[in-house]
């Protein structure tokens, strides 16, 4: 059979790795722990869609907007042919294929965007770490999450209309995204090849690195005695003589974790029904330390989630973070046994999971269940 290159190595190697980056991407999109891989895959597709774009001007024939940006009427006259069963036949994109692609492109750049958006106001993490609030970054996620199941009906879409036009045309599109031959049945040859063009795979290995090489943190140090995830909470205000007194009975749990207004009550000598055998001084100077890093001022995801849990259910006053609305809703689907484990203890024993704990930031990526048998749970979404 006379076959003629259509596809050109850059734009295969461009096609089969926005494929895999959007599946990770997926994928990963559910669990805090995968963040990292999430980030990564998205950064990676931002890139792919860069270099299509310079390949889209510059890139060879079929690869080249100019080839494949149809009219609406030859978008309706192919559909047309489709129902008849006999759809004209394109060596490159066919019309409606062409205008899916571009949708795609252009999905997967505001994903990207609206990913960094998230990033940056909900986790304080990435180029635009703490340039929204929190509550900006619950609107970033609605559009980000909204845009993924467009892109994700936009790909079905794709592929059934691949699926059409093999069958209707006798010819496998997939394998020819592989190869990069088509067969030419009387049509003519595909544009030359530009010169120079093997650049164009230079320029998309440089794509797929940039995240990497450019932003994307390489972790260090040491987070709750382990080695730090990749991505590590701002710090947070410390207090020495907190760490002490507190921590001379069970975590020093960070004020951040509960309004002000609970941490009045908790500095009374009557702490639960215990004598806190402080002196005025010490809990004078206590207070003070909580009631200035207090929930409202909003210093992490954990304590936005917290405060903004009682407000919205209208619960009064909490003694205990396990009270809130927000740390039971997190923690609902994890079984008892968990907490009864000897490696967590109970449900006060945030640094049995909480890497970073200790330090109060409570990042989605420094979380983890001990493994065994008896830990059976499930991470909950925020």
């Not at 063009?197 to 709750?224: E, H, I, K, N, Q």
């Amino acid at each position: 059979m006379n076959t003629t290159p259509v596809w050109d190595l850059p734009t295969r190697l461009f096609h089969w790795s926005l494929v895999v980056a959007v599946a990770v991407a997926w994928f990963t999109h559910e669990s805090a722990v995968f963040l990292p891989l999430h980030v990564l895959s998205g950064s990676v597709a931002g890139g792919l869609v860069l270099f299509r774009l310079y390949w889209g001007f510059f890139g060879n024939g079929h690869a080249r907007f100019a080839d494949f940006i149809h009219s609406p009427r030859a978008v309706f006259d192919y559909l047309l042919g489709v129902m008849r069963l006999r759809p004209p036949r394109y060596l490159g994109h066919n019309p409606p294929g062409s205008w899916a692609i571009l949708l795609m492109l252009g999905l997967v750049g505001l994903l990207v965007a609206t990913g960094f958006l998230v990033l940056g106001a909900s986790d304080r993490q990435g180029p635009l770490a703490g340039w929204f609030s929190f509550a900006w970054g619950r609107s970033f996620k609605e559009i980000h999450e909204t845009l993924a199941f467009t892109l994700l009906a936009i790909v079905a879409l794709h592929i059934l209309g691949v699926l059409v036009e093999s069958l209707l045309h006798r010819e496998n599109l997939i394998t020819a995204m592989i190869h990069g031959r088509k067969p030419l049945h009387g049509q003519s040859p595909a544009p030359a090849v530009v010169p120079g063009a093997r650049w164009g795979a230079v320029l998309l290995a440089a794509a797929l690195l940039l995240p990497v090489l450019l932003w994307f943190p390489r972790p260090g140090g040491v987070v709750g005695g382990k080695p730090a995830p990749f991505f590590v909470g701002a710090p947070l205000a410390q207090n020495a003589l907190w760490d002490k007194e507190c921590g001379d009975c069970h975590l020093a749990y960070h004020p951040s974790l509960l309004p002000a207004a609970s941490w009045k009550p908790l500095m009374d000598r009557s702490h639960f029904n215990e004598d806190l055998d402080l002196d005025e001084a010490v809990t004078a100077q206590l207070l003070a330390f909580a009631e200035a890093n207090a929930a409202e001022r909003q210093l992490t995801k954990a304590s936005y989630n917290m405060l903004r849990s009682l407000q919205k259910t209208g619960v009064g006053q909490v003694m205990r973070i396990t009270e809130t609305p927000y740390w039971k809703r997190k923690h609902r689907n994890i079984a008892d046994a968990v907490f009864k484990d000897i490696r967590v203890g109970s449900r006060l024993k945030c640094e049995a999971c909480h890497q970073d704990a200790r330090e109060g930031t409570f990042q989605g990526g420094a979380m983890a269940i001990p493994s065994g048998s008896a830990l059976a749970g499930k991470e909950n979404k925020s």
